[in-house]
């Protein structure tokens, strides 16, 4: 049977699936193409396990890590991996919406495979990416599968919230990290491309917990509902300012707001009391953008000054990298902080291995967890934006960024 009616199967199945459903499915559309079986595994939230997506009273696998396995290294390179392995072949296929890293499929094959079932099968996780992201919303199995640890009600609110933490276009490409993952209150972030625009912000509110998490939901609606409107950068900013100060008055947020032309290049923004991004060109870091240049987000009514939008104009291959300052202010038992030179040097010296951008974001992550002895003080969220005019072909583009 071909791939094409394979596909059809699966896409005519998946009406009446639940999440559950998908494991079974998935082995259905391999077996349509020659191989024996398939399991899904999904990321944690914390990006250091491949998960099994089973179904509901099925056995359930052992989590694969990260680090250290084929597994791994298919969802940290997003390449199809495979070795033998039970008397054939078991392949690795990454799990891609788009290019949001979900997962990996591993496909048990009797022989070697050839070119062409490997071809299939990343057809196949394609579909399969595409049920996920679909059928998730009908059901708890997919956001289970993702936690190893219970989550507290504010994360919860803000990481329903949240877009993706990876997005590619063919001149931009946005990736993010948001830790601690099952505890996160005050930190958050957003992007959205409009035409030759794209937004991001990055929000970071005092405090912790649900007050802080509820402050930080009204600054990210408020931004989006400013945005779609169509209000400038500045308006943008007071907007936000207003309804923090008439709904959370004794609350504020640090915010850092960004319009990038993708046409060219030029790089608009305001910081609200907020660290200024870090700008790097050509594998080095060359400077901070300048901060603040607003009053921190609901405390503008406390000093007479208005928002200003500074501008950079950024050159092809350059990114923008967003923090919060829980990044820099990590923090070793003595007394060490992470600190911005370090911050710069460990994502330089990712790019110049040619790392991904979203792995450089999980590897930097988790390179602040160490540092911090896996206990943060505070949330850490970063956002690496890179601006790529459309020169190079959109095929190059998505090897080099996801």
């Keep these: 049977m071909g791939v094409t009616e394979a596909l059809l199967r699966l896409l005519t199945a998946a009406h009446r699936t639940t999440p559950e459903d998908l494991p079974a499915l998935a ?5 349509l193409i020659g191989a024996l079986d398939a399991d899904i595994f999904l990321i944690d939230y ?23 396995t084929l597994a791994g290294r298919a969802f940290a ?75 507290q009600l504010a994360a919860e609110i803000l990481w329903s919230l949240l877009p993706p933490l990876t997005f590619v276009s063919h001149a931009v490409s ?16 957003d992007y959205a491309i409009n035409g030759n625009v794209l937004h991001v ?10 007050e802080a ?11 989006r509902n400013a945005r779609r409107t169509g209000l400038d950068l500045a308006d943008t900013c007071r907007s936000i300012d207003t309804w923090l100060s008439a709904r959370h008055p004794g609350n504020w947020v640090t915010a850092l707001l960004l319009e990038l032309d993708t046409a060219t290049g030029l790089a608009r923004r305001i910081s609200a009391g907020h660290p200024g991004e870090l700008l790097l060109r050509q594998g080095k870091a060359v400077k901070s953008l300048p901060a603040p240049t607003a009053m921190p987000l609901g405390l503008r009514r406390l000093a007479d ?11 092809p291959g350059d990114q923008l990298l967003l923090y919060t300052d829980g990044v820099v202010e990590a923090r070793t038992a003595d007394g060490e902080f992470f600190g ?18 979203p792995e450089t974001m999980r590897r930097l992550v988790h390179a602040i967890l160490a540092h911090q002895n896996d206990r943060l003080q505070d949330d850490a969220t970063a956002v690496l934006v890179e601006w790529r005019p459309a020169a190079a072909p959109t095929a190059d583009l998505l090897s080099r960024v996801e």
């Excluded at 030179?341 to 110049?352: C, P």
């Design 27 to 31: 082995t259905e559309g391999v077996r």
């Design 46 to 68: 914390r990006q250091s396990y491949l998960v099994p997506l089973t179904a509901v009273n099925a056995p359930t696998a052992a989590a694969v890590p990260v680090e250290g």
């Design 77 to 151: 390179y997003t390449e199809l991996c495979e070795a033998p392995e039970d008397g054939g072949y078991r392949m690795w296929v990454p799990l891609l919406d788009g290019t949001e890293r979900l997962g990996v499929i591993a496909v048990h094959t009797a022989a070697e495979p050839t070119d062409r079932l490997r071809e299939d099968c990343g057809h196949i996780a394609s579909v399969l990416a595409e049920l996920l992201m679909t059928r998730r919303h009908y059901g708890d199995g997919v956001e289970r599968t993702r936690r190893l640890e219970p989550m």
């Design 174 to 189: 946005v990736s993010a990290i948001l830790e601690p993952c099952y505890d996160v209150g005050g930190d958050a972030f």
């Design 201 to 210: 912000a990055v929000f970071d509110s005092v405090g912790h917990g649900i």
């Design 213 to 223: 998490s509820d402050t930080t939901s009204l600054a990210i609606n408020a931004y």
């Design 305 to 315: 000054r208005e928002p200003e939008v500074t501008q950079e104009q950024l050159q």
């Design 340 to 357: 911005l030179d370090r911050l710069g040097d460990y994502v330089t010296r990712a790019l110049a291995d040619r790392l991904p951008a």
